[in-house]
């Protein structure tokens, strides 16, 4: 069975894959005139941590939610501003990352960190069982998996030792976070979507990737109103020169476009969603009124931090 740090690893594309540049404005979020909250939970919690915290009943996600208002309100004012929000966001961003490194770097043997560095060969020796898949009976599926992270693994090399110190190994973990990997992170896109493996995503591949017919039988075969406005976006923005594909500069503009903040467009979109008053300011009355959008945000740290016994703590 394939180590679940492989699978922690992949997280970050998963999420590049099937989030555009924009959460206000993605075809996930925004589904015809409705705000899709449960796309928040399963995107930023993961759909294993989302079920777990769908465990909490309404009344005791308020109240912890409640908690942790006065920690964003980093002036005190009693309101929860866009840019305390993004900060917070950053912040949880930041720490949840840096633990989640922590976590998986100590599960390795102390013997196969040397000098602070760990080499490939031991890191697939210990997530697939052999440094060199010597004797191995390896299905066409884990071989592409040990390709791609080999291929990773050699991006993150940032001085190409051929070995990742803990910073390096962040990197690899979560290639999203740093500017380096971006081509990598945008690669590993494509291969994921394109279905015909010509190296580019078409239109059809593009749709395919965020809509089945099948989660939609209410509508007997008819596409809902906000995939056509995504076939919109993809003819109008996304493919900018026209040719009816997305290369890997268009798909690095959408997955990864160069100085976007999703902090503060995260912060954007959930002042958006629960300014009631539309007054640019949140109350905390506001924010539990809105709680089934803010335990999908990564203002919870995922969430995570909700379903600790006093989150005021943190």
């Given amino acids: 069975m394939r180590s679940a740090l492989v699978i922690i690893a992949l997280v970050g594309v998963c999420l590049a894959s099937h989030h555009s540049a924009d959460p206000s404005k993605d075809s996930e979020h925004i589904k015809g005139k409705e705000h899709d909250a449960k796309y928040d939970h399963d995107q930023f919690l993961g759909k294993d941590t989302a079920a777990e915290f769908d465990e909490l009943t309404p009344e005791k996600s308020k109240e912890k939610l409640a908690k942790l ?11 929860v501003e866009e840019n305390e929000l993004k900060d917070h966001i950053n ?36 997530v697939y069982g052999s440094a060199d898949g010597a004797g191995q009976e390896i299905s066409p599926e884990y071989k592409k998996m040990i390709a791609r992270d080999e291929k990773r693994w050699a991006v993150a ?13 962040g990197c690899f973990m979560h290639p999203e976070d740093c500017d380096h990997m971006r081509d990598i992170v945008v690669a590993e896109t494509v291969d994921d979507i ?12 593009y749709i395919g990737d965020m809509y089945r017919p099948e989660d939609y039988p209410e509508l007997n075969g008819k596409e809902p ?10 003819k109008e923005h996304r493919d900018k020169d026209g040719d009816g594909k997305l290369n890997q500069e268009e798909m690095r503009d959408w997955i990864m476009p160069v100085g976007f903040d999703h902090a503060e467009a995260e912060a954007r979109h959930l002042v958006g969603i629960a300014d ?10 506001e924010i539990v009124a809105h709680y089934d959008t803010f335990v999908g945000s990564q203002a919870t740290d995922y969430g995570e931090q909700l379903q600790k016994h006093d989150p005021a703590e943190l």
Wanted: proline content about 1%.
């Fill in 225 to 234: 109103d906000w995939v056509q406005s995504e076939r919109e976006m993809f």
């Fill in 91 to 126: 912040f949880m961003q930041k720490r949840y990352v840096n633990n989640d490194v922590e976590r998986t770097w100590k599960n390795y043997k102390a013997e196969k960190i040397v000098d602070g560095k760990i080499k490939w060969a031991d890191y697939r020796e210990m």
């Fill in 69 to 79: 208002v006065p920690k964003m309100d980093s002036n005190t004012d009693g309101f």
């Fill in 194 to 205: 394109d279905k015909n493996k010509d190296g580019v995503v078409d239109l059809e591949e």
């Fill in 157 to 169: 090399d940032y001085d190409s030792n051929g070995a990742l110190d803990r910073t390096e190994y």
């Fill in 276 to 285: 009631d008053n539309k007054d640019g300011k949140l109350s905390l009355e």
